[in-house]
């Protein structure tokens, strides 16, 4: 089978020469196609489709297929879809490609949608337009989806459908459960999935039942392991839980009933009895020894709970709880004592406040004198979380039973009913009161865009909250690619009074996706926006603007440059943009025109090997669209390119420097219309292709040619040029470079200090075979980390140089030849009596070593470079000597 990533390329002519994808060409990662828009004569050549597979890491590549560009490729036809997407079933959360692409000259325009819904926020358009992409795939991503292609001669459209489906996932499944003997049980197995999956259950390993899962009476026979299991086309899924059934006689052991009851005076209490027991049992009550039955004021519930209503002191006392099944029978008794009832006894009053300012809810609360009072506050049945909302909410705690509500720098979303508890461990009392707050307008909702023309659409919408003051106007927006900045939109009425809820947006680009929102103001202030409009695209017209800064001249021979500044997006004004450029000869009638298609370039230069050079020609330009064209611009004069200069530079003289510069010198041709001048030159055994050129203004007459070979034949030519190119060269001039410089450097054998001078030595340089001869020596004499200085020539092999005044000075001295200077060899010297003597290296030392060696041997090393301390004369006469 084939990898599951293969990955389509193709070659043109040689590998690895892929092609270069554009609004013109694609590719098909489906079939492996390559698709041509409109064949240019550019894509003449051999082609080769080249596979690869990541997963495999191998890659094959076809047979080459030649392709010939027909004459007649220049013909325009419309568009037309040759790449197709198929209706397409992805899971849930999958990646989706859609791949459309057609032919077409002018090369067609490719735009996405989705049927009557927005594009998914996932999708993302690549490939020039030639590949959707539907990332993290959702339910509501399903639906029709359609590519069309338009260019100005037609338009194609196709559809297909998406199907999204998934595999089974729980809801809810089941888990261990004990149930009592005898009692009903509904187990719940419920999963999603697209197909729905289907329910199917075992039991102890066994098939069961189909469905939902109910059983009633239940004997210690259901008792097991059961396995519920949810499948559809695409998955499978599991959930296990064991089913254990328990019988009891009643006890009170793990719930007994409490001791002591509190119930309020004129309230409602009920008693809890809650024993174990299996089966269900059936339950009994009594007060002291008095028999309870149901009656206006006392109830039995199913489970064993007793309510009474409208407590008075006659209902304290000993309340006990009888429960009985067929396995046995058991009681419990608590007390039953009555409080005060609490009681709101000033309750909060309504309130109406503006944006901004404070509120207060008062709250004061009677109760037991034996219990603790709290307060709670909520707003609209959300209790309030003081920590959180510190900011605007404050309580009042300094007094004994008072809840008062403090409510800071109001703002809209604070409007609401409040109600205030207080409350008891026993019983509790509310009371609620309305916080209305005055405030700019909320935001308009519901914008629908309709009756969209080329410079303008209508608007509607619904009114948001007014905030209890009067919506006085509206202000619509509008925004574009151009820019992320909302704009105030021109609008009829200009004025848009609080009571509307449409109007007409007008003076609009055409061709142009907008959004919309709009903000409703009142006496109080202005509002936040709407939520934006769908995008929309204003219809097209033609374009109203000309191009400017049109102009041009010069180029090659024979070509007619003309030149303009492309029109930004926004004067487009259609699909199929694109320029007519005119032009004739100054002083005939008949325009020529051409048309360049594409929008980006500001520049046509036009051919003709009849053009006359530097004739005058008149130009102007116009944009046009499918839907029609736009005003030419002001007429500009420009000139056809002047001829390539036909003199010969004559006199060219060539004259070597050294074994890496020659310099090159000729006389000026008459033409006035040359820029300048170009040098070429190459090495003799290079092919003149592979010439270096120079090129210097046509103020120069001469110039050096630099980082040439040593002793190397070089072919040296000189030719001129303007902007229509180049005229024909000089005769060839052949010249050798000198050899090079020497490479070994001086050995500088000692640095002796004689009164305010030192004598600085070396041993002479020797030139090898390939190299110049040595003509003397160049010294140069600088302060240590300068590099300019005082510059000596000689020809010995040593040199006086004045002892440093301050600090430390450097001597470097290096060989000179015809081929130019050898390598450097330095040293460095200072004021101080610091003086460097090269010892011999042989056992026959001179008189002056041995002088050294025999009054100063602590200070003299016989190493190959020694210093010797000249600290009184006798040392330095003897060095001088």
Not at 341 to 363: H, K, S, W, Y
Not at 587 to 611: A, L
Not at 797 to 811: A, M, N
Request: with cysteine; aromatic share 10%.
């Amino acid at each position: 089978p084939l990898p599951y990533d293969l990955s389509y390329r193709w070659l043109l002519n040689e590998f690895p020469v892929f092609i270069a994808l554009d609004k013109r060409r694609f590719v098909s990662q489906t079939n492996g196609n390559l698709y041509i828009a409109n064949v240019e004569a550019s894509d003449k050549g051999n082609y080769s489709c080249f596979v690869s597979s990541p997963s495999i890491t191998k890659s094959v590549f076809s047979k080459f297929i030649p392709l010939i560009p027909q004459s007649d490729r220049a013909k325009v036809y419309p568009a037309d879809i040759k790449v197709k997407f198929k209706d397409t079933y992805a899971l849930l959360g999958q990646n989706v490609t859609l791949e459309c692409f057609a032919l077409g000259n002018p090369v067609p325009e490719l735009r996405w949608s989705k049927y009557l819904e927005p594009m998914p926020a996932t999708a993302e358009i690549s490939m020039s337009g030639a590949v959707l992409k539907i990332f993290n795939i959702q339910y509501e991503d399903e639906g029709l989806y359609e590519c069309e292609a338009e260019n100005y001669k037609g338009k194609d459209k196709h559809q297909a459908r998406i199907y999204v489906q998934a595999s089974p996932e729980w809801v809810e499944h089941i888990n261990d459960t004990e149930k009592d003997i005898g009692s009903d049980l509904y187990w719940p197995c419920v999963a999603t999935g697209k197909p729905i999956p289907t329910i199917r259950w075992l039991k102890n390993g066994a098939s069961f039942r189909k469905g939902e899962l109910r059983m009633q009476s239940l004997s210690f026979d259901d008792a097991g392991m059961y396995q519920c299991i949810a499948e559809n086309t695409h998955g499978i899924i599991y959930a296990n839980a064991e089913l254990k059934i328990v019988a009891s006689p009643p006890t009170f052991e793990l719930n007994p009933m409490k001791k002591k009851i509190l119930a309020a005076k004129g309230g409602r209490v009920i008693i809890e009895c809650k024993p174990k027991a299996a089966p269900k049992p059936k339950f009994s009550w009594s007060k002291g020894t008095e028999l309870l039955v149901n009656g206006s004021r006392i109830r039995i519930w199913d489970d064993g709970s007793l309510e009474i209503i409208n407590i008075t002191k006659l209902d304290e006392g000993h309340y006990t709880c009888f429960a009985e099944n067929n396995r046995g029978k058991a009681n419990s008794t608590g007390v039953l004592e009555m409080t005060e009832a609490t009681r709101i006894t000033l309750a909060p009053l309504n309130v109406d406040v503006t944006v901004g300012e404070n509120a207060t809810m008062q709250c004061i609360a009677s109760h037991d004198p034996t219990l603790d009072l709290t307060f709670i506050w909520s707003l609209n049945g959300f209790v309030i979380d003081f920590e959180k909302e510190h900011e605007h909410y404050e309580r009042n705690v300094m007094i004994k039973s008072n809840g008062e509500l403090l409510i800071k720098n109001v703002q809209l979303r604070h409007a609401g009913r409040y109600t205030c508890t207080a409350q008891t461990i026993v019983d509790n009392s509310s009371a609620s009161a309305d916080l209305v707050v005055r405030g700019p307008p909320g935001p308009p909702g519901g914008i629908r865009v309709e009756e969209i023309r080329d410079t303008a659409v209508a608007l509607t919408w619904s009114r948001g909250t007014d905030n209890h003051s009067p919506i006085s106007k509206y202000t619509i927006q509008s925004k574009t690619f151009l820019s992320e900045e909302w704009k105030d939109a021109k609008t009829e009425p200009s004025d848009i009074e609080g009571n509307m809820e449409s109007a007409t947006v007008i003076d609009l680009i055409p061709w142009m996706e907008y959004e919309f929102r709009i903000i409703a103001t009142n006496t109080l202030g202005t509002g936040e926006p709407s939520m934006p409009s769908q995008r929309i695209r204003t219809e097209g017209a033609p374009p109203n603007v000309a191009p400017s800064d049109v102009g041009g001249g010069g180029g090659s021979n024979r070509e007619l440059t003309i030149t303009w500044m492309p029109l930004s997006r926004e004067y487009h004004y259609g699909n199929n943009f694109g320029y007519i450029v005119a032009f004739k000869p100054f002083g005939e009638k008949e325009w020529r025109r051409v048309t360049v298609t594409n929008p980006e370039i500001g520049r046509y230069v036009h051919k003709d090997e009849s053009m006359p050079p530097s004739t005058q020609y008149q130009v102007k330009v116009k944009a046009f669209n499918n839907k029609g064209d736009g005003p030419f611009s002001l007429t500009a004069v420009i000139y056809s390119a002047q001829d390539a200069p036909t003199e010969i530079p004559t006199d060219v003289s060539v004259k070597v420097l050294s074994s890496s510069e020659m310099s090159v010198s000729w006389h000026h041709v008459s033409d006035k219309s040359v820029e300048g001048y170009q040098i070429r030159y190459w090495a003799a055994h290079d092919k003149e292709a592979a010439a270096q050129r120079v090129q210097v203004s046509n103020q120069e007459y001469s110039t050096k040619l630099e980082n040439l070979k040593p002793n190397t034949r070089y072919h040296v030519d000189v030719s001129a040029f303007n902007s229509a190119g180049y005229g024909p060269p000089s005769r060839t001039i052949d010249i050798i470079t000198r050899k090079a410089p020497p490479s070994q450097r001086p050995r500088i054998i000692s640095s002796v200090r004689s009164g305010s001078r030192y004598i600085i030595t070396w041993d002479h340089v020797k030139a090898m075979s390939n190299e110049s001869a040595v003509e003397g020596y160049k010294v140069l004499y600088r302060p240590d980390g300068q590099h300019e200085g005082k510059l000596f020539s000689t020809g010995k092999h040593t040199i006086e140089v004045p002892v440093p005044s301050d600090g430390e000075y450097v001597v470097e001295v290096r060989a000179h030849s015809e081929g130019g200077d050898g390598e450097v060899a330095q040293i460095k010297i200072s004021g101080e009596q610091i003086t460097s003597l090269l010892l011999s290296h042989t056992s026959q030392r001179s008189w002056t070593e041995y002088f050294l060696l025999a009054h100063y041997p602590g200070m003299v090393s016989c190493k190959h470079k020694c210093m010797v301390q000249a600290s009184d004369s006798r040392c330095q006469l003897a060095i001088i000597l």
